[in-house]
Every structure is written in C-alpha cells, then in structure tokens.
C-alpha cells in the first residue's frame, strides 16, 4: 500500500507504505511502515513501536543511517534490554523501590532493575505489538493497557503517531487517557549515530543541550531530589562541546534558546545535524556505556530521550506525572535534520 497525503507547504508529500514484516516467537505477526520526505526515510515496526531505521542526507546528499538498528525481528527481542528504538511505558525511566502512593494508595508495581522499576516493567509497551493505522503523513499506532498491568493502576488508552513534517522532521506525537488515577511518562528510545550508524563509536559528536540544570542521582541511578546547576562541571552542554562518554542523567530543560530547540547533536564527519523539540520538561542524556559488543560497542549510539523526571511518583517537587479521568496525556517532541 502506498499513499500520499497533501501538503500546502510547497514540499512533497509523505509517502507512506505497509507491509507485512515478520513474526514473533509465539507466531504474532508484525508489520513494518515506511515513510518518506523530503529526503527522510523512517521504518517503524508495530512490535514495540520501534523507529527502525532513520536516513536522512549528510553534507554530500548521500542518504545514510542514523539510528542505531538491529538485523531482524528475532533480533529485537533477543536483545530487548537496550529498548532499540522502542516506545517506552507506561512509566519511563525508574520508579525507586518500585513503589509509589497516589491518593493515599500505595502501589507496587514490576522491579526489573534491582528493586527499582524501569521503563515499564518486566512486559512494559516495548514488549507489545501495537495496532497500527495511516494517519495523514504518518502512522497511528494504538494499544490498551489494563487495569493493574505490571501494578499501575488504571486502564490506560495510549495512542503514539510518527509522522514526518515539511523539511523531513519526525515528529512523535503521544496521547493517553485513564478511567482511574495512574501515572504517565512516555518516551521513545532511539540511539542516535549521525556519523553513520554502523555500531562505530558516536563519541566526538558536538552536543548541546538548552539546560542549566540536572537532577543528580545515587549509586543506582535514582534522583536525590536536588536540582543542580550544571555551571563549571562536565553536565555543561550549554555550548556546543565534544561530547565524552559517562552519560546517563536527566537535564532540566529551560526552554532558554530563542530557537526552541532543547538539543542539539552534530556529527561534523557527516555534516549531518540533529534538532530536538519536545513539550517535555526533562530530557535523558545516555551514552550508551554499557553496551558490550553484543550486538554494539560501548557508545555507539546516543539516546536524548525526552520524558518527565525519573522517580516523579515519589518527588512531589518534580512536575506532576499523574493522570486523571477527564483529563489527557499529551506530549510531543520533535527531530530535525539538518546538514552543515
């Protein structure tokens, strides 16, 4: 199938294709959608709602990879844990204890990191296959979380669209209702190599990041709760500067640049440029460290994953993460490309 939509921009339109992909282990069908703009080419998967593959141009005009993909579906569960490109729910990031009380009731929900809750749980989204729909420039993917699914309360209406904008931007556009008070924090966690991609390093790649300030945490990745200034330490991504390796903390994003843009990656080999926009208050800088070589090195990949703050069920200073009946979930972030 193959569709276009209409765009009064002046640019092409999207081109949009589904086809049958593959299956899962216990025989559950996949499908794959392409879609292609202005010189942009996504490929999302329903299982785990997974940006397969990004290509964008770098300097030269040659199209290249840009996200970091794995050769097959049996691949992606294989290697489930790095959440390759996958949408992440229904609470990203860590939950401390894995635990939180809402409205006077205390939950429990899945520790699948030490005692803490990660990204979901033990069959979080990214272990879901989506329903999936053509929405115009884009696809629509779609599922329904249960009532106590990995100990989240509240049956929980997701729907998740990729579309591409004029100029080839991917935009990740994120709804969610509830018939019970729960808590909400969605991502989706592509690794970034604009140098190509290929499971070579992306340390080098000059960042920069529209934060004064981060939320430090302990020894097992929790928030401590402080708000920290990122002045004269190795956090200040304020300018653009070569980025190391060591990453793996939550930037308050300020909204500060006049350009709206919360970050900026630029790979200078390629050329190519990355731009960040989100709704979002927070954002997860991970350099990919612990990568170790099944099936990437270590850092090949950056992940900017643009969320609300980790453990904010248990930080009433944090901004909020509940949802209520009557109310909707909505986030969307944005990723340019760009060359120079």
Not at 47 to 74: F, K, M, N, T
Not at 82 to 92: D, K, N, Q, T
């Amino acid at each position: 199938m193959t569709t276009g939509t209409t765009d009064t921009s002046g640019t092409s339109e999207t081109d949009i294709h589904a086809e049958d992909y593959s299956a899962l282990a216990d025989g559950t069908p996949v499908r794959r959608w392409t879609l292609e703009r202005d010189g942009t080419r996504v490929r999302v998967l329903t299982y785990s709602g997974i940006v397969q593959s990004v290509e964008v141009p770098d300097r030269d005009g040659a199209r290249g990879p840009v996200a970091l993909e794995l050769p097959d579906l049996a691949a992606y569960e294989e290697f489930s844990g790095p959440y390759f490109g996958a949408l992440v729910g229904r609470y990203a990031n860590r939950i401390a204890g894995a635990g939180f009380v809402l409205d006077g009731t205390a939950h429990q929900v899945t520790p699948n990191e030490g005692r803490n809750h990660v990204h979901g749980g033990a069959r979080g989204f990214d272990k879901r296959v989506w329903e999936a729909r053509e929405v115009p420039d884009g696809v629509c993917l779609s599922l329904v979380a249960e009532d106590g699914e990995e100990g989240f309360p509240g049956r929980l209406a997701v729907s998740v669209t990729y579309g591409l904008d004029p100029g080839g931007a991917l935009r990740i556009a994120y709804r969610a209702t509830t018939d019970a008070p729960t808590v909400v924090n969605l991502t989706n966690h592509t690794y970034w190599n604009l140098a190509g991609a290929d499971g070579t390093s992306a340390l080098g790649h000059e960042l920069r990041i529209a934060a004064g300030r981060i939320t430090p945490v302990d020894g097992a990745s929790l928030p401590t709760g402080e708000l920290a200034a990122v002045d004269g330490t190795r956090f200040d991504f304020r300018k653009p500067k070569a980025l190391g390796g060591g990453y793996d903390h939550n930037y308050v994003l300020d909204g500060s640049t006049d350009d709206g843009i919360a970050a900026e990656l630029y790979a200078p080999g390629s050329g190519r440029v990355l731009t960040v926009r989100t709704t979002e208050p927070g954002m997860q800088l991970y350099t990919a460290d612990h990568f170790d070589g099944h099936p990437f090195g270590p850092c090949a990949g950056i992940a900017l994953e643009t969320q609300h703050f980790p453990d904010s069920p248990n930080r009433p200073e944090f901004p909020s993460t509940v949802l209520r009946p009557g109310e909707e979930y909505v986030s969307t972030t944005v990723y340019g490309f760009s060359v120079r």
